[in-house]
């Protein structure tokens, strides 16, 4: 039987020999890449998105929770957003007059994710309890203003970090968690339909926080998780992993797919966003800002999204900062933390509307805001 200095000593040995692969492996891939989308775009004479604090400006303040705002999701087609909160409650509001249209009490006030459904119809939110929780907007409420729970999906053995639905498939939803796996669900039985990860050995090996489906191909998605890596998974395929993704030091808090359906983003507990191209695997780029002044560590990266055009990503951070970076030359065109009416707190959620017109922030202050672009359409 080993002691337990022996057992240290073997775990640092092998802490060593992970970390020495870890950069040899990074150092090999470096000398694969012979340049970055930064280096090639000022090679061909391409300069940044010029952004000024009119372009970009806080048109609205939605304010009803009265506790941290964890996520949001936009409507397809409608001016609809709903939004889950620390207070236990899912909003559904209209974007257009800041009108609440519904405030619904959760059985489990511990919500991290919520989603529309496609035909705007249904909304639906996972947490704490290990289930995603569906309710019809149509539905009647009950004597104390409550709505009814229309299905809820159980299977997971750890929280529901994420959920989507399938896009243009309110039957078919797919949800990450922190039992490490993914589940594709049949919305109107409440049975899974295909689990990814868990016992197979391609599988994420710590929680799932953040997943994305492929807009051009809704067979494909992507995950990202606690080990540092994204994880592409073909639904037809539950047994294994299409591809792994590495370059992160940190939890991966945000993936989201590039407009082409081609690449993808990503933004990470270590400061950085990344896009990757999804089928050779490759590293195209990584936006990393400045270390704090008071602390010198890179604030956290909590949220992104792309612009309809692609040229810009938007990512929120810890410090309550949003940059909005150009993707090609990897500057930051415009902090949204600095203008007038912005959050107060942790940027914890954001997303575009579909028509890409407006884009909307959720925050630990307890408030949505609405931004809205009065220039550079063409390039948004």
Same mark, same amino acid.
């Given at each position: 039987?080993?002691?337990?200095?022996?057992?240290?000593?073997?775990?640092?040995?092998?802490?060593?020999?992970?970390?020495?692969?870890?950069?040899?492996?990074?150092?090999?891939?470096?000398?694969?890449?012979?340049?970055?989308?930064?280096?090639?775009?000022?090679? @061909?004479?391409?300069?940044?998105?010029?952004?000024?604090?009119?372009?970009?400006?806080?048109?609205?303040?939605?304010?009803?929770?009265?506790?941290?705002?964890?996520?949001?999701?936009?409507?397809?087609?409608?001016?609809?957003?709903?939004?889950?909160?620390?207070?236990?409650?899912?909003?559904?509001?209209?974007?257009?007059?800041?009108?609440?249209?519904? /405030?619904?009490?959760?059985?489990?006030?511990?919500?991290?994710?919520?989603?529309? /459904?496609?035909?705007?119809?249904?909304? /639906?939110?996972?947490? !704490?309890?290990?289930?995603?929780?569906?309710?019809?907007?149509?539905?009647?409420?009950?004597?104390?203003?409550?709505?009814?729970?229309?299905?809820? +999906?159980?299977?997971?053995? *750890?929280?529901?970090?994420?959920?989507?639905?399938?896009?243009?498939?309110?039957?078919?939803?797919?949800?990450?968690?922190?039992?490490?796996?993914?589940? !594709?669900?049949?919305?109107?039985?409440?049975?899974?339909?295909?689990?990814?990860?868990?016992?197979?050995?391609? *599988?994420?090996?710590?929680?799932? !926080?953040?997943?994305?489906?492929?807009?051009?191909?809704?067979?494909?998605?992507?995950?990202?998780?606690?080990?540092?890596?994204?994880?592409?998974?073909?639904?037809?395929? /539950?047994?294994?992993?299409?591809?792994?993704?590495?370059?992160?030091? *940190?939890?991966?808090?945000?993936?989201?797919?590039?407009?082409?359906?081609?690449?993808?983003?990503?933004?990470?507990?270590?400061?950085?966003?990344?896009?990757?191209?999804? %089928?050779?695997?490759? @590293? !195209? @780029?990584?936006?990393?800002?400045?270390?704090?002044?008071?602390?010198?560590?890179?604030?956290?990266?909590?949220?992104?999204?792309?612009?309809?055009? *692609?040229? +810009? $990503?938007?990512?929120?951070?810890?410090?309550?900062?949003?940059?909005?970076?150009?993707?090609?030359?990897?500057?930051?065109? $415009?902090?949204?933390?600095?203008? @007038?009416?912005?959050?107060?707190? %942790?940027?914890?959620?954001?997303?575009?509307?579909?028509?890409?017109?407006?884009?909307?922030?959720?925050?630990?202050?307890?408030?949505?805001?609405?931004?809205?672009?009065?220039?550079?359409?063409?390039?948004?």
């Amino acid at each position: 039987m080993a002691s337990v200095a022996e057992l240290k000593e073997r775990h640092a040995a092998a802490t060593a020999s992970v970390n020495s692969l870890r950069e040899r492996l990074r150092q090999r891939r470096q000398t694969l890449l012979d340049t970055d989308v930064e280096k090639y775009s000022k090679a @061909q004479g391409r300069t940044a998105v010029s952004f000024n604090q009119t372009d970009l400006v806080c048109c609205r303040t939605l304010l009803g929770h009265s506790g941290k705002v964890y996520s949001l999701d936009w409507t397809p087609e409608k001016n609809w957003i709903v939004s889950a909160s620390q207070d236990g409650r899912l909003i559904v509001w209209n974007a257009l007059t800041s009108q609440k249209t519904h /405030a619904i009490k959760l059985h489990c006030p511990w919500v991290m994710t919520c989603a529309f /459904a496609p035909n705007g119809q249904s909304v /639906a939110c996972g947490g !704490l309890d290990s289930a995603c929780s569906i309710f019809n907007l149509n539905s009647q409420v009950d004597r104390d203003g409550n709505m009814p729970v229309s299905r809820v +999906l159980t299977g997971h053995k *750890g929280y529901v970090s994420s959920c989507q639905y399938v896009p243009d498939q309110e039957t078919r939803m797919i949800t990450g968690s922190g039992d490490q796996t993914c589940v !594709l669900w049949d919305v109107t039985t409440g049975q899974r339909m295909s689990i990814f990860g868990g016992e197979f050995p391609s *599988g994420h090996t710590a929680d799932v !926080l953040s997943l994305s489906i492929n807009p051009l191909n809704t067979n494909m998605f992507v995950s990202g998780s606690c080990d540092t890596t994204v994880r592409l998974w073909d639904l037809r395929i /539950a047994s294994r992993a299409v591809r792994t993704y590495h370059g992160h030091e *940190g939890d991966i808090n945000s993936v989201k797919f590039f407009p082409d359906g081609q690449r993808f983003g990503t933004g990470s507990d270590d400061g950085t966003c990344r896009l990757f191209d999804m %089928r050779t695997g490759h @590293q !195209l @780029q990584v936006y990393s800002r400045e270390p704090d002044r008071n602390d010198n560590e890179l604030p956290i990266v909590t949220s992104i999204a792309f612009s309809i055009s *692609g040229r +810009l $990503l938007f990512a929120g951070y810890s410090n309550g900062d949003c940059y909005v970076w150009d993707t090609l030359l990897a500057e930051v065109v $415009l902090n949204l933390g600095t203008l @007038q009416n912005s959050h107060e707190g %942790r940027i914890s959620c954001l997303g575009l509307s579909s028509d890409g017109s407006a884009l909307c922030t959720g925050s630990w202050d307890k408030n949505l805001k609405i931004w809205a672009f009065s220039g550079h359409r063409k390039i948004v």
